[in-house]
């Protein structure tokens, strides 16, 4: 059996594998059928007009995520005084990428790469941190794309934030019943806990955490501002090149189209995705695409963009991040078979 450590986790790579392969092909084959229904079918290929170079393209701003991601993690491991190679690095982000296929979106890989972190030497507390600054940089991100986005807002993004607004102004009254619920639900569920045997038993794992947290926030705190601006900086630059992956894809099929707006009403797509409790949001990102997009795209156009959109960003990504896993340890596992000769030798 073949297995793959990682940190305290271990894996059947064959049966992650097997699974793997299984779920891209029923997520390839449901979302060519969502395209295929939401064009009843009518797709027009006379109006195609494809450019090799613009799709090319697109396969390759999808990859910069990798490289991106994985200086991110640079830049934190040299704060932190840890060692961590450009490899290392690029192999944590694309195992993060494999090991979303298990989870919700809105949890992602998170797991896999705290498991690598601790597994490059990271404790607990710093693994939990950096998992936190990147959702903090993603939401940084996402706000700023979304004020830019209202600020330039078409009469059909005006159209779809409209509900919105009107249910935030209707029960903003609401509010401050919430957060006392929530107050009240909070004390109520440490008293549970307290009485709980399992509590006590975690409850020295939890302070320790506790503690390596507030160490590394300190030191974050006072020396990490710089890494951090640079950090969110190559974060914004990550998801631009995401975003930049349905631009070129559309300019590579000869659609004519405000650029500008479909890179910006992609948050919207995003953001819904989080929500969608599949892994990868499957299923669900093709719906908020297609509700995000319909009165913009040609709608004999549009089932080939929702799918090649959803392909090349997501089960590409996957197989892609599977095959260079695949290689990587087929030749470690050579090298320590030529360690083994040399030392019979």
């Known amino acids: 059996m073949s297995t793959l450590r990682i940190g305290s986790l271990q894996w059947d790579w ?73 490899r290392q690095a690029v192999q944590i982000a694309v195992l993060t990428d494999v090991g979303s296929v298990v989870t919700p979106t809105i949890v992602g890989g998170a797991p896999i790469k705290i498991g690598m972190l601790k597994k490059h030497g990271f404790h607990s507390g710093e693994a939990g941190i950096l998992i936190a600054i990147a959702s903090l940089e993603d939401i940084i991100f996402f706000v700023l794309v979304g004020i830019s986005s209202l600020l330039y807002a078409s009469p059909v993004q005006q159209s779809m934030w409209m509900p919105v607004w009107e249910g935030i102004l209707k029960k903003g009254h609401l509010l401050p019943y919430l957060m006392v619920g929530l107050g009240v639900w909070t004390f109520s569920y440490q008293v549970w806990l307290k009485k709980m045997s399992f509590w006590k038993k975690w409850q020295k794992k939890l302070r320790r955490l506790w503690m390596e947290t507030r160490v590394v926030l300190r ?56 929500f969608v409790p599949t892994p990868g949001a499957s299923g669900g990102a093709e719906a908020a695409f297609y509700f995000v997009y319909k009165s913009i795209l040609p709608e004999s156009l549009l089932g080939i963009v929702v799918a090649g959109w959803r392909i090349i960003t997501y089960y590409y990504i996957l197989l892609l991040g599977v095959v260079l896993l695949q290689i990587g340890r087929l030749l470690q596992s050579s090298l320590r078979k030529k360690e083994a000769v040399t030392n019979r030798l």
């Open 219 to 274: 030191f974050i705190y006072r020396k990490g501002w710089k890494t951090f601006l640079l950090s969110a900086f190559t974060n914004c630059l990550q998801w631009s090149c995401r975003f930049m992956v349905l631009l070129t894809l559309i300019k590579s099929i000869g659609i004519e189209a405000n650029y500008l707006e479909l890179f910006f009403m992609q948050w919207m797509v995003y953001l819904a995705m989080a």
């Open 14 to 86: 064959d049966k992650v594998l097997n699974r793997l392969i299984l779920f891209v092909t029923i997520g390839v084959l449901a979302n060519l059928a969502f395209s295929f229904w939401i064009t009843d079918g009518h797709i027009s290929w006379e109006q195609l007009k494809f450019h090799p170079a613009y799709f090319l393209l697109a396969l390759l701003l999808a990859l910069v995520p990798w490289l991106t991601h994985g200086f991110r993690l640079l830049l934190w491991a040299k704060l932190l005084r840890h060692q961590l190679s450009l």
